[in-house]
């Protein structure tokens, strides 16, 4: 077999011509890799901390730092309650008499004096105890007559002892009955001078009228089906607020301690109250326990309104204290600066409680006492971001 070479391959060595063609192998073995499709290896890039903020030298002197002081102040609670009435406070109107009822003169919210005209009811009841008191005047009359006339005769020796005890007893009894039927019309409230059917209904407290159960030609007596109960008054003078406490915050609260209220509608008028009892019984799904407030209402708490309780610790408890300024509060938290050395400052999310007098604030957690924060961290937070 002859094989023919090109001009230029004649003039290679054996050697060149050996290595030419391992060249050409390792190349074709490099573009079948890269075509393969394999991802390329991982690039590891680091990232700075985030909560760090490097300060140069020359500026570290425009973010003065202070030491983190404590104080002692009671514990605070809080918790959302819902304004009720004083059961105490609260009255059933009853239309002691039965009939229907023929006039309303007041209805449901409406603010009421005690001693007010609330309906009027025409009842068959009245009828009677008029008929019936009418009979027992006469019958005491008559019976009166009668003994005052078997005394004289006794006094002449025409009848016997036992006849005058016999008149004397029936007298009794028939005042007893006469005080019986006035009794009657004391009850219902009607004059003994004017009879009449219908029967007038008053209130017999001031307040509101938080529930009404009567319109015009109900049925109205406590003897009748239905709701007896024709009328509910509240006196809102002083209410009640429920709250929801969790059982592991129970500890913290006893009788008679006092209790901030706060409400949406009133911010700026803040009202004081104090825990009247604390629920004996959890909720079993919440675990929770009924507080109950006692709140003077001046004229604005009304029944149903959403409320904020602050409770105040009967003992203290010691709190780190900071310059308000240096509380950052960012995406709906709070944070200090602290020195990290080399001109660094770490962001430390902190819990921040009540400002205090000199423009000082509580921290309920995050930092200790003793601890160096920055004295303004917005200004630290504003040069860290350009």
């Known amino acids: 077999m002859t094989m023919n070479f090109s001009p230029r391959l004649a003039n290679l060595t054996p050697m060149m ?27 590891v890039v680091e990232v700075s901390n985030m909560s760090l903020i490097t300060i140069p030298a020359a500026d570290a002197g425009k973010f003065p730092i202070v030491t983190a002081g404590q104080i002692e102040a009671p514990a605070e609670l809080t918790a959302t309650g819902t304004v009720f ?16 009822v023929v006039d309303i003169k007041t209805r449901l919210d409406d603010n009421v004096k005690k001693g007010q005209l609330l309906f009027s009811v025409q009842s068959p009841d009245v009828t009677n105890a008029f008929n019936t008191y009418v009979k027992a005047v006469n019958d005491e009359q008559l019976t009166n007559k009668a003994y005052t006339r078997a005394d004289d005769l006794f006094k002449h020796g025409v009848i016997s002892q036992a006849m005058l005890e016999q008149a004397e007893d029936a007298e009794k009894d028939a005042k007893a009955d006469l005080v019986a039927a006035d009794d009657q019309l004391k009850i219902f409230g009607l004059d003994k001078a004017h009879p009449s059917s219908v029967v007038q209904v008053f209130a017999p407290i001031s307040g509101v009228i938080v529930g009404q159960n009567v319109t015009n030609a109900a ?12 009328f509910t008054i509240a006196d809102l003078t002083t209410v009640w607020i429920l709250c929801d406490v969790y059982e592991n915050d129970i500890p913290k609260l006893q ?15 803040p009202l004081k109250g104090r825990i009247s009892d604390i ?40 709190f780190t204290v900071v310059p308000a300024d240096a509380v950052l509060h960012l995406h709906d938290r709070d944070w200090v600066y602290v020195p990290a050395g080399d001109n660094q400052f770490k962001r430390t999310e902190v819990r921040a409680g009540n400002m205090l007098e000199g423009n000082r604030q509580e ?3 995050g930092v200790a006492p003793g601890t160096q924060v920055v004295t303004n961290a917005l200004l630290l937070e504003t040069a860290g971001t350009q």
Not at 35 to 42: F, L, T, V
Not at 258 to 269: E, F, G, L, T, W
Not at 282 to 293: C, E, H, N, Q, W
């Open 17 to 43: 011509v050996i290595g030419a063609a391992f060249c050409l192998v390792i190349a074709g073995c490099k573009s079948k890799d890269e075509g393969s499709g394999a991802p390329p290896p991982p690039k």
């Open 85 to 100: 009435p004083d059961i105490a406070r609260e009255v059933p109107v009853i239309s002691l008499a039965n009939g229907r």
């Open 219 to 230: 049925a109205a007596g406590v003897t009748l089906s239905g709701s007896a109960t024709a």
């Open 255 to 269: 009788l008679g301690q006092v209790a901030i209220i706060k409400i949406s509608a009133y911010p700026d008028r």
């Open 279 to 318: 629920g004996p019984v959890l909720d079993p799904s919440l675990r929770t326990a009924k507080v109950r407030i006692e709140v003077p209402n001046p004229a604005i708490l009304k029944l149903g309104m959403f409320v904020t309780a602050k409770f105040s610790s009967l003992k203290k408890q010691t």
């Open 363 to 365: 921290i309920l957690s």
